[in-house]
């Protein structure tokens, strides 16, 4: 049998490649022949993570072969995902986005759950079948949880991150929860080695709201001044990032993990005008307060599709 | 909240009855308001066992209110739905067929397997939270999983369907499955009341094939003789469905569910030859012979979409 491909969204955040490990480690457990990839480099909230776990990186996989297995994790959207996608078969799919354009060719395993996080969904997946959860297992899917869930302070966090991750903080044997996810955050928003480009495509993904192309990306820091500080950049960035991938609309947003709240920059008039309108909100010196929201996934996506659903 | 609505496709079959009503006991048990429909008139496999478990038929749905919350079970296109399912929030969706062309608003809870019966996956589920079986469901279930794995026997039956039948047969207490399988099979065999219209569209799927709009009706029987004696009728409808549904083709399926073998009967010249190509078969008097083909969902579609993806 040929092995299964197992891979997160481009861009990877911490629960797309902790997600890639767990699914592989959840097929291997059962027989199953499987291997897990990344498809772009890693953030440094993940390099911390992994380190710590002692888990080695997968590799990079930028092509698949024709008729490749495929097991999809994290992600379910084609243009988030690995450019040749459609000569995959996919045979798994495990994610808590909402569900996009993506089809099977034959009956498929598919498990979503409006979660915090996919690594929940695979916590649960491995004590249904009463699979041993290893120390390293444990790690990586709690720091993914916390990542996720801005150590269940977003959201999105429900009620079986809160026991996924009590479960697997005791596993890995971590006694001060607060105090790792603190080290989490504070990887991620160490900024001074990435440049305006790297800071914005770090958490990047594409969406179409009504045939405009848009890219929504994330930056989500415990340090929103030094972000901040770097706005021209990032706001010349985005522009340069906007007509390289041919998008209508190119949208930065910075998350501040520890007060909640958060500011998007615009690309051009027209999208501020957009965000105004759809956030009620109005730009004051290149920013638009976007008050306490801070998820993509459950705030800003589904406002931006009520608006152009108008 | 606003009660869930929970229904399986359109000219409902066992598995797509019996879904509904356990997918509502999931919910409801778990304190949540849900109610099961179904979208048209029952078989008689189906009447034989929601008499047998003293179980109520679902109410006729027809029509869903705008942001109705809905909970698809057995189905996920869109064409095998209710007409108006645009205008739904789907925030359940519980199946064993290919993933289809379906996308939701937001985060919902999914679970696919490539299983031979939806009814395994509910079994699956009910264990999973530990909720009761009681015999009224365990009947439900058994009847389901029979009938859509014909007994076991089928191409898409599973480890998994086998071990959830075997847990159901013995929380219904029905101590002789044959027996229990034969008088299903009995029921859905007796047609005699059925005029062509509804024989042919008892069991009935419209499918999308590179832009060709097919219809797949299948006819499952233990008497293929009494079926075949009606050949004549049976096309005849079958073309005024295709006229009336706007189709390209529609193709009649009979199954002999004792012998595994099946028969399929083309509505016109064009399709006898693609069926001819696609399953390397030959017309004899109106029948095109498939062999132990017996499976739409495994065997019939994917040769279809494989055929016309050359």
Not at 105 to 112: G, K, L, Q, T, V
Not at 248 to 266: E, H, P, R
């Amino acid at each position: 049998m040929t092995t299964i491909a197992v891979f997160g969204h481009k861009k990877p955040d911490t629960d797309a490649i902790v997600s890639a490990i767990v699914m592989t480690y959840w097929l291997n457990q059962q027989g199953i022949d499987a291997k897990s990839y990344r498809l772009d480099d890693i953030n440094q909230e993940t390099k911390f993570l992994m380190e710590l776990a002692k888990v080695r990186l997968p590799e990079l996989l930028t092509h698949l072969e024709p008729d490749q297995p495929a097991a999809l994790v994290d992600h379910n959207e084609s243009q988030q995902s690995i450019a040749n996608l459609a000569d995959a078969h996919i045979c798994y799919l495990v994610d808590h986005h909402k569900l996009g354009d993506l089809t099977t060719a034959e009956p498929a395993y598919i498990r979503f759950e409006p979660v915090g996080s996919t690594s929940t969904i695979l916590y649960q997946m491995l004590k249904e079948r009463n699979l041993l959860i290893s120390q390293q297992m444990a790690t990586l899917m709690a720091g993914a949880i916390i990542s996720d869930t801005l150590n269940l302070t977003g959201p999105t966090t429900t009620d079986s991150d809160k026991q996924a991750l009590q479960a697997v903080i005791h596993l890995a044997g971590i006694h001060d929860i607060n105090s790792f996810a603190n080290q989490l955050f504070d990887a991620k928003s160490n900024i001074s080695d990435l440049t305006d480009d790297a800071l914005v495509t770090t958490d990047y993904k594409q969406f179409i709201f009504s045939n405009k192309k848009w890219a929504i990306a994330s930056i989500e820091t415990v340090k929103p001044d030094v972000v901040l500080s770097r706005i021209e950049g990032i706001q010349q960035a985005s522009e340069l990032i906007r007509q390289r991938d041919g998008l209508d609309y190119m949208l930065v947003i910075i998350v501040d993990i520890l007060k909640q709240q958060s500011w998007a920059v615009g690309s051009n008039d027209a999208q501020n005008e957009i965000i105004e309108q759809a956030f009620n909100t109005r730009l004051n010196d290149k920013l638009l307060d976007l008050g306490n929201l801070v998820s993509r996934k459950k705030q800003f996506v589904p406002t931006l599709e009520a608006f152009y659903a108008q």
